[in-house]
T-cell receptor, first 114, second 115 residues
Framework: DQQVKQNSPSLSVQEGRISILNCDYT??????FLWYKKYPAEGPTFLIS?????DKNEDGRFTVFLNKSAKHLSLHIVPSQPGDSAVYFC?????????????FGKGTRLHILP | DSGVTQTPKHLITATGQRVTLRCSPR?????VYWYQQSLDQGLQFLIQ???????AKGNILERFSAQQFPDLHSELNLSSLELGDSALYFC??????????????FGSGTRLTVV
């Protein structure tokens, strides 16, 4: 049962344009959402997060939007740069309890085209 | 360098064998998490330790076990290996068992190939 779904395995975007990566979740107990970026031969690195009490969080070129009613979040990268080519994982964690493991999606591979 | 050290980086072994993967968390981090990434799969949570104690268990097979030692390093033991166990195994750490608001810090992973 995939609680965090990234339905697009890959995405190609022209350099300088906007990249939009989408993510859906099924567990209404999730209260914190994160995006990780992964380059080949490296571990995932934390990119940006959002709490369920917000609908938008911005950090430089990266903005995450959360639509709780639709159980959907998206990551916007503007403008896209060659160094943004990587695999992006959407992740979520359930409401406060002793078990705070992060649940990850399968990832979306982003290709930034010159 | 993320500060989380995983060894070895690559491991090739035969079916039926046993291997041990090692993780040293970032300095000051008390929690260690193990994840498995198989082909076309996301990061599957295996197990979490906090200050030496098991805190959460995910989709970890009975053939797999882990522990966290007093110096906070952790080991993941995989036994009776099967071809399907071939995957990337990541370790991550965080300051507290609930201190993930800034996210985990991941190591660069151990690539296990079972032949």
């Amino acid at each position: 049962d995939q609680q965090v779904k990234q339905n697009s395995p890959s995405l190609s975007v022209q350099e300088g344009r906007i990249s939009i990566l989408n993510c859906d979740y099924t567990n209404s107990m999730f209260d914190y959402f994160l995006w990780y970026k992964k380059y080949p031969a490296e571990g995932p690195t934390f990119l940006i997060s959002i709490s369920s009490i917000k609908d938008k969080n911005e950090d430089g070129r990266f903005t995450v939007f959360l639509n709780k009613s639709a159980k959907h979040l998206s990551l916007h990268i503007v403008p896209s740069q060659p160094g943004d080519s990587a695999v992006y994982f959407c992740a979520a964690t359930p409401r406060a309890n002793r078990d705070d493991k992060i649940i990850f999606g399968k990832g979306t591979r982003l290709h930034i085209l010159p | 360098d993320s500060g989380v050290t995983q060894t070895p980086k690559h491991l090739i072994t035969a079916t039926g064998q046993r291997v041990t993967l090692r993780c040293s968390p970032r300095s000051g981090d008390l929690s260690v998490y193990w994840y498995q990434q198989s082909l076309d799969q996301g990061l599957q949570f295996l197990i979490q330790y906090y200050n030496g104690e098991e805190r959460a268990k995910g989709n970890i097979l009975e053939r797999f076990s882990a522990q966290q030692f007093p110096d906070l390093h952790s080991e993941l033991n995989l036994s009776s290996l099967e071809l399907g166990d071939s995957a990337l195994y990541f370790c991550a750490s965080s300051v507290t068992s609930r201190g993930m608001r800034g996210g985990y810090t991941f190591g660069s992973g151990t690539r296990l190939t079972v032949v």
